[in-house]
T-cell receptor, first 112, second 115 residues
Framework: KNQVEQSPQSLIILEGKNCTLQCNYTVSPFSNLRWYKQDTGRGPVSLTI?????NTKSNGRYTATLDADTKQSSLHITASQLSDSASYIC???????????FGTGTRLQVFP | DTGVSQDPRHKITKRGQNVTFRCDPI?????LYWYRQTLGQGPEFLTYFQNEAQLEKSRLLSDRFSAERPKGSFSTLEIQRTEQGDSAMYLC?????????????FGPGTRLTVL
């Protein structure tokens, strides 16, 4: 079982709409949780990074939340744009090993 | 461009051939990571360096794979006797360890296709 699970696996929304992506993890203890955006055929780009003591972090239209008690995180995208079409990967850093544990990502498609 | 760069971006090779990829990290970063990513999956850790020292290798890194970072700057990843299962995107990332947060910055990747 993957230590970082994301849902939904894929999502289609219309331009201008909001959406929320989910991440559940079992990595414990963890030092931080990150969200990356990965365009097709490109490397991942960091969107947000939160330590266990942070509940929310925003980066423009992207807002990440973290509940360390329930081991859940979400990424909310506001007023989606066509350029938001990408995979969004949740990544948890293992405190003991310093390794990054990657989720399999949510593939988001924004249609006009 | 001061980001992480990788070369080549695409490589097509025949099974059994050797291939070598290069990664140039962000200049002040002391850590360099190699990952492999197959379609629809998140990146999988292969190995990482702190300066020139290779500190960890995943069991995914079979003896056909070797990585070097001779001067603590750029790194190379070589795959010998390639197999079709090696077809994947190979990602390099770098970070600076010592700051409050060790954010890894990824390169664009090298897509390998083994025929």
């Amino acid at each position: 079982k993957n230590q970082v699970e994301q849902s939904p696996q894929s999502l289609i929304i219309l331009e201008g709409k909001n959406c929320t992506l989910q991440c559940n993890y079992t990595v414990s203890p963890f030092s931080n949780l990150r969200w990356y955006k990965q365009d097709t055929g490109r490397g991942p780009v960091s969107l947000t990074i939160m330590t266990f003591s942070e509940n929310t972090k925003s980066n423009g239209r992207y807002t990440a939340t973290l509940d360390a008690d329930t081991k859940q995180s979400s990424l909310h995208i506001t007023a989606s744009q066509l350029s938001d079409s990408a995979s969004y990967i949740c990544v948890v850093s293992d405190y003991n090993t310093d390794k990054l544990i990657f989720g399999t990502g949510t593939r988001l498609q924004v249609f006009p | 461009d001061t980001g992480v760069s990788q070369d080549p971006r695409h490589k097509i090779t025949k099974r059994g051939q050797n291939v070598t990829f290069r990664c140039d990290p962000i200049s002040e970063h002391n850590r360099l990571y190699w990952y492999r990513q197959t379609l629809g999956q998140g990146p999988e850790f292969l190995t990482y360096f702190q300066n020139e020292a290779q500190l960890e290798k995943s069991r995914l890194l079979s003896d056909r794979f070797s990585a070097e970072r001779p001067k603590g700057s750029f790194s190379t990843l070589e795959i010998q006797r390639t197999e079709q299962g090696d077809s994947a995107m190979y990602l390099c990332a770098s970070s600076y360890v010592g700051g409050a947060r060790d954010t890894q910055y990824f390169g664009p990747g090298t897509r390998l296709t083994v025929l």
